[in-house]
């Protein structure tokens, strides 16, 4: 496969989210609730460092995924908001990361992102 961009990358995520990464994707929201899973394939291909943040909504707050490369914020899954979110780079790790997400979901995302990066 070689080097990767983020470009790249950010392509074959988008391409390749579906149910099978994410039990709450949409059609009209395919990121939702793709960002623990999103976060490792990304720092799979990438390297960086997985980090988080708080999103406060309404009827809810959690923790939201998300790459740091180069020392700059990477959120491949930031189309699922409605609003801009404040950025804090907390640091986290993979098994948060994981917490997020599962093993069935995070194999289906990074086979089918790795597929789609070899074909294009």
Not at 2 to 11: A, F, Q, R
Not at 42 to 67: F, S
Not at 89 to 101: H, I, V
């Amino acid at each position: 496969m070689g080097s990767v961009s983020i470009k790249d990358v950010s392509t074959a995520l988008a391409q390749s989210w579906s149910l099978a990464s994410s039990s709450k994707w949409t059609v009209s929201n395919p990121a939702l609730g793709q960002c623990g899973v999103t976060a490792l394939v990304a720092q799979d291909l990438l390297g960086g460092e997985i980090v988080k943040t708080w999103v406060v909504k309404p009827e809810v707050r959690l923790w939201h995924y998300y790459n740091l490369i180069d020392n700059k914020p990477i959120d491949f899954t930031i189309s699922q908001f409605d609003e801009p979110i404040n950025y804090d780079n907390l640091p986290s790790n993979r098994e948060e990361a994981f917490q997020d997400t599962n093993a069935r979901q995070y194999d289906y995302l990074s086979s089918t992102v790795r597929r789609y990066l070899e074909n294009s």
